[in-house]
Structure formats: structure tokens, C-alpha cells
């Protein structure tokens, strides 16, 4: 591949201090580099006055980075290989944006540049304290009067010192104005304090009164907010008795409520059996009742004795003993069963009472009400009568 001076990819910097430029040769880097390396080489020269080389001076650290610039551009135009330039422009435009942009350099091209080399050539000195003074904070070009305003301040300096007698009358009048100055700025700095003491102690006050004010709501809502939570704290309590309490006394209403559905329960089984017992009697009645006629033994005109029909009516009169049987267990467990209803009706009464405290419930009633829930229960029955035997009708139907 043939040598080219054009770089590799153009190289932008925008010079905070000076202005944009485009680099897009090498020969444009390397004369950038050799002019600021020249001028400020010939800046060191002049400012230097018997001292070593000082890499945290100004002017010996912009000839240091200036000559960085020249030396990667140089090696840039010494690589003719591609390769080998590519891997020098990273190094290369390093090098010359930390010339560019770097706070601890000036440009000598640039405006506070120009006003450090111009005034090099009257004063070494002073421009080399200029320099020091503007390194780390460029000069943009609407500051460029204070650098020119310096370096004529410098300028007079020495000229005072050459001629004091020509500038006595001069420093006494600024003395006397500057006093002036200074009184007036005095009091106003005076007035201006006691405003701000006055203000700050409104300030203060005001602070003091909001927190004592705030002070004072925050113990109102925490001593509302502590009777709140011991209210309700009293009334879960409350309610907590009152639940258990309730428990207890609905004990009995339910262990009555559940006596009462057995009984009916009991009541509709026997009333179950006793239709069921007399619809297989009529049954059986209607369907063998000829047959059981038949069967029974007749005298010679064919009429029917009673001893036959003794017979036949003892079966009948067991069946209808053991269906009085069920009518009875009926009859008891339905007499049960209203008993129960009837006891919890009081029970029921009996809590309404007790939970009512404009009720005047007194020990007297309370007892009278436990009697009467707690009597003994008076439906036990009577025993029923046995089956008449067939001696028993015998004798009936003799006595007929």
C-alpha cells in the first residue's frame, strides 16, 4: 500500500479557548505541534532564569505536551505500513486532545496565549505569572480585556517601582478613596448584619412557637389516639365476656332444642309404625278374612261357637295391645317434645331477661325462672294393661 499523508480518519477538536479545527493530514498535526512546541520553547528560554526543569511548571509542562504531539506525528509519518499507523493514530489523537483540552495548558494560538508571549518580550516576569495565574481557567475572547487589564496593572507596578515619586499623590488619593470606601462599605455591612440578626431572631421565635404548637397537637392526637386503643381494647374485652357468656347460657337452649326434634322425630317413627301396623291388619283382613272363617270349626247347622271366636279374637286383641303400644310412645314423646319447646321458650326468655339491663332481674326471679326450667319433666305415662287372656273372654262371653 502506497504512503498517503491523509490520516486515517479525520481528527476534530473543538479548542475550548480558540475555536473548532479539522485535522486531515498529518503535516497539518506535525506544523500545530511544531509551531506551539516553537513558541513555547522560546517562552521557556526567556522566563527561565537559572532554574531546573519543573514538570509542575506552566511552560515547561506545554513544552513537554507540545513536543508529545510533534514526536507522535513524526512517528505517524515514519510508519509507512498501514498497520503500523493504525496502531499509532489512537496514540496519536490522545495526544492531541489532552493538548487541546487539558486545564493545565494554554494554547499559543489561542487569545490568553497571545497576550503571555506579546508580553514576554517587555516583562519575563510577569509574564510568566500571568501565565500561572490563567492555567487551569482558560481565557474565552469576551475575558481578554482583564488579561490585557493584568498585564498593564504588572506593567505599572514597575514603573512605580522605578518612579515612586510620581505615583505618591496618586496612592494617596486612592487611599483616601479606598477609606471612604471601606467606611461606607462598613456600615452598610453593619446595617446589613443587624437586618439579618433581627430577621433571624423572628425566625427563631416563629420556629419555636411552631414547635411548641406542634408539640402540643402531637401529645392531643397521641393522648386521643391512647383513649381510642383503651376504649377499644375495654370494649374487645367486653365483647369477648359477653361471647363466652353467651356460649354458656345458650347451652341449655340448645340442648333443648335438640331434645325436642328426637321427640318429634320419635313421635313421627311411632306414628309410622302404628299407620303401618293397622294398614297390614286391614290387609290382612281383607285379603284371609274369608279363609279364617273358613277354617274355624262350625256345629251341625253350620253356626260358628264361641269358643272359636275366642280363638280368633285373641290374635286380633295382641296386635291391637301392641299397636297401643306405639300410640302411647307417640302420645309420650309428642308431650316430650312440647315439654322441650316449652323449656326453651324460657331459656330463650330467660337470656333476654339476663342481657337486658333495664330488666331489674333479681335474685328472687332468677330463682323462680330456674325452677321452672329445671322441674322435673311430669309426662311419664301409665303402664299399660296386658292382653286379655282367653280364660278372661271366656268368662265375658259366658256372663253375655
Not at 506545554?62 to 505517524?76: G, I
Not at 260358628?304 to 296386635?319: C, E, H, S, Y
Not at 325462672?369 to 273372654?393: C, M, Q, V, W, Y
Request: one cysteine or more; glycine letters at 4%.
Amino acid at each position: 500500500m502506497a504512503y498517503t499523508n491523509l490520516l486515517l480518519e479525520p481528527i476534530v477538536i473543538d479548542f475550548p479557548n480558540y475555536r473548532k479545527q479539522t485535522f486531515k493530514t498529518i503535516e497539518q498535526i506535525l506544523d500545530f505541534g511544531q509551531s506551539e512546541l516553537d513558541a513555547w520553547e522560546a517562552f521557556q528560554t526567556k522566563t527561565n532564569v537559572s532554574r531546573p526543569v519543573n514538570s509542575t511548571n506552566p511552560a515547561d509542562l506545554l513544552v513537554n505536551s507540545a513536543r508529545e504531539v510533534c514526536k507522535r506525528a513524526q512517528q505517524y509519518i515514519d510508519s509507512r505500513a498501514a498497520d503500523r499507523q493504525n496502531s499509532i493514530y489512537p496514540r496519536l489523537n490522545l495526544a492531541l486532545n489532552a493538548y487541546a483540552k487539558d486545564d493545565q495548558l494554554v494554547m499559543a494560538a489561542s487569545a490568553s496565549g497571545k497576550i503571555v508571549l506579546s508580553l514576554v518580550d517587555k516583562n519575563p516576569a510577569a509574564a510568566s505569572v500571568l501565565l500561572s495565574s490563567i492555567v487551569g481557567q482558560t481565557i474565552p475572547f469576551n475575558h481578554v480585556v482583564d488579561a490585557l487589564a493584568f498585564s498593564q496593572a504588572v506593567h505599572h507596578a514597575e514603573q512605580a517601582w522605578e518612579k515612586p515619586e510620581s505615583y505618591a499623590a496618586a496612592h494617596k488619593s486612592m487611599m483616601r478613596e479606598i477609606n471612604n470606601e471601606w467606611e461606607e462599605l462598613a456600615e452598610s455591612v453593619q446595617l446589613n448584619i443587624q437586618a439579618r440578626v433581627i430577621r433571624a431572631e423572628q425566625a427563631t421565635n416563629t420556629a419555636t412557637k411552631q414547635a411548641k404548637a406542634r408539640d402540643r397537637h402531637f401529645r392531643n392526637a397521641f393522648k386521643a389516639i391512647r383513649n381510642k386503643y383503651d376504649a377499644a381494647v375495654e370494649n374487645l374485652t367486653n365483647l369477648e365476656i359477653t361471647y363466652h357468656k353467651k356460649l354458656q347460657l345458650e347451652a341449655p337452649a340448645a340442648y333443648w332444642e335438640e331434645r325436642k326434634k328426637n321427640h318429634l322425630l320419635a313421635s313421627r317413627i311411632a306414628a309410622g309404625v302404628f299407620l303401618i301396623g293397622i294398614g297390614l291388619t286391614l290387609w290382612y283382613v281383607i285379603t284371609h278374612g274369608t279363609d279364617l272363617i273358613g277354617i274355624l270349626p262350625k256345629d251341625k247347622a253350620g253356626n260358628i261357637g264361641l269358643g272359636a271366636i275366642a280363638i280368633l279374637t285373641i290374635p286380633a286383641a295382641g296386635v291391637a295391645w301392641a299397636l297401643r303400644v306405639f300410640t302411647r310412645l307417640f302420645s309420650h314423646h309428642m308431650s316430650m317434645a312440647a315439654d322441650a319447646a316449652q323449656r326453651q321458650t324460657m331459656v330463650t326468655t330467660y337470656l333476654a331477661l339476663a342481657n337486658d339491663p333495664n330488666a331489674n332481674l333479681g335474685p328472687d326471679e332468677r330463682i323462680l325462672i330456674l325452677n321452672a326450667l329445671f322441674r322435673p319433666s311430669e309426662n311419664h305415662g301409665k303402664a299399660d294393661a296386658p292382653p286379655p287372656n282367653l280364660l278372661e273372654i271366656a268368662k265375658a262371653v259366658k256372663a253375655k
